[in-house]
């Protein structure tokens, strides 16, 4: 067997591995679409749900969800950018610095059911939040910390050095350097990972389920201590714990859910190839 | 105003200090309250409960053993699938396909990486599972490989894009010399280019394990969620149970401060020492191989 032969074999299953790969993504997508699309309409995008989930709309898990990103990006975008800065521009290679950055690598690992179980366990009963919009916030926001952390990091690393130097030799500050050179500089790569971290809350389930789930609640929450219903949530109960639910629901509802998670995802990717595009270094 | 000025910037670089710190603070809370809520299971179950067969507890059966054998089981599956598919989906990515391809592959990946895990759990009952069903002829679809099939498209996101960087690190030089010594393009990547970024691929392996290990939703829909001890890779075609499916599937309906739910927590510190150790041990690997290039460089 010649060399060229072995070589031509071996492309040819690593192209088809890599087919087998992304083929059933575009199949997923296209699938759920195609099945969901028949349910979306104003009534289903706008209306309570009623006969007990099996007619009408899913309004308050669609607005349950915007809250929930929402309250996620409050507390964890200026937490992660500050840690972000800390870590690009303030700390040294010490002892300390090596366990900041192992904290993060391990809250970036830990399954996201077990912040369900700590968020239950310090907000929800040792700081009585109930479950409640705050609790799933909170919980949330510690999990998406890491991922906004280190992609704002790196962003921050690649503002070339002399950019620091100039503003600093024209007499600025450290803190005017970093906000009005640094950040604004790094903003798109910023941009892009606290995207890419709130789509990852928005699409999660198993952090809420003891948080700020509600079951079933046919109005909108009144205040943050009210739980809430989601989108993800929302379709693991009507895929599993509802008999006789429309399979038409729950395509529409598998498909709301996957165009608010991928358009976020398109808005991150564009915001990445524009920087990139226009970057002047 | 000097002085004013300088006041605020204190302040806001000690917030920023703060920041910097609370990512230490939150894994001690986290580890906190999982002690706190789980450790009072140790009292009140005895260790050979723990240690014990069965997972039953309307009768008070607490055996840990069904729900981790469950757990490494599915993620075994998950690894023998996604290790050689995510693996040849990064070399493709990054060595062989052409620049079109690549444009179209990357971002589709990230869209697998993007979708909802309760969303691919719930096509994998609804069409996945029927499907495992007839092809393997067996009793039902809802078993451990309908778990691992689709933790492989979960773990493989992660893999790719990690292996893809590890493989975009190795210097062209390395390439260049390899290919002037006449060897073909395959050649270069099994012998030169892989073992050039062993280290990273090694990395890129271990996280996309720690992300199948800690799934959830997906699991609980698709694997049947019945507790036994798997005695093989047959076990694969069983339904199982695993420690992440059984917190989310029991947390609802136990009562604060029962036994069942001191013991839901202590399966949360399993799963959190879990992935500490998957993710520490990946990250040591890393600092390693950064020593490596710096002493490669002095």
Known sequence: ?281 | MKQKRNWVEILIESLIRAAGYSAILFVALILIFLLREGLPALAEVKPDSLLGARWYPIEAHFGLLPLIGGSLIVTLGAALIAVPFGLATAIFIAEIAPRWAREILKPLVEVLGGLPSVVLGFLGMLVLAPIVRLTLDIPTGLTAFTGSLLLAGMAIPTLVSVAEDALDAVPKSYRDAALALGATKWQTIWRVTLPAARSGVLTAVMLGIGRAIGETMTVMMVTGNAARIPTGLGSLFLPVRTMTATIAAEMGEVANGSTHYHVLFMIGIVLFLFSFVVNVAASLVVFQQRKRAERLLS
């Not at chain 1, 679409?33 to 309570?48: Q, V």
């Not at chain 1, 369900?116 to 799933?136: K, P, Y």
């Not at chain 1, 950019?163 to 790094?186: D, E, H, M, N, Y």
């Not at chain 1, 608010?260 to 002047?280: G, H, P």
């Open chain 1, 1 to 281: 067997m010649s060399r060229q032969f072995t070589q031509r074999l071996v492309f040819a299953l690593i192209t088809l591995a890599a087919v087998a790969t992304v083929t059933p993504i575009v199949l997923v997508v296209g699938y759920i679409a195609w099945l969901g699309l028949p349910a979306i309409n104003g009534e289903f995008l706008s209306a309570l749900p009623r006969d007990g989930m099996r007619a009408g709309g899913i309004w308050p898990a669609i607005v349950g969800t915007l809250y929930l990103t929402l309250g996620t990006a409050v507390v964890a975008v200026p937490l992660g950018i500050a840690a972000a800065v800390y870590l690009s521009e303030y700390a040294k290679d010490s002892r300390l610095t090596r366990a900041i950055r192992i904290a993060i690598i391990n809250l970036a690992g830990i399954p996201s059911v077990v912040y369900g179980l700590f968020g239950l366990g310090l907000f929800v009963l040792f700081l009585r939040f109930g479950t409640s919009i705050v609790a799933g916030c909170l919980t949330l926001a510690i999990m998406t910390l890491p991922v906004i952390i280190s992609t704002a990091e790196e962003a921050l690393r690649a503002v070339p050095q002399s950019f620091r130097l100039v503003s600093v030799s024209l007499g600025g500050t450290k803190w005017q350097t970093i906000r009005r050179v640094v950040l604004p500089q790094a903003l798109p790569g910023i941009l892009t990972g606290v995207i890419l971290g709130l789509e990852r809350a928005a699409g999660e389930t198993a952090p809420i389920l003891f948080t700020a789930a509600a079951f079933f609640l046919p109005r909108l929450p009144n205040s943050v201590f009210d739980a809430t219903m989601a989108l993800p949530y929302h379709l693991f109960v009507i895929s599993t714990q509802v008999p006789g639910m429309p399979i038409r629901i729950q395509y529409g509802t598998a498909l709301v859910l996957l165009t608010f998670v991928l358009s976020m995802n398109l808005v991150a990717t564009l915001i990445r190839s524009r920087a990139r595009a226009r970057r002047q270094w």
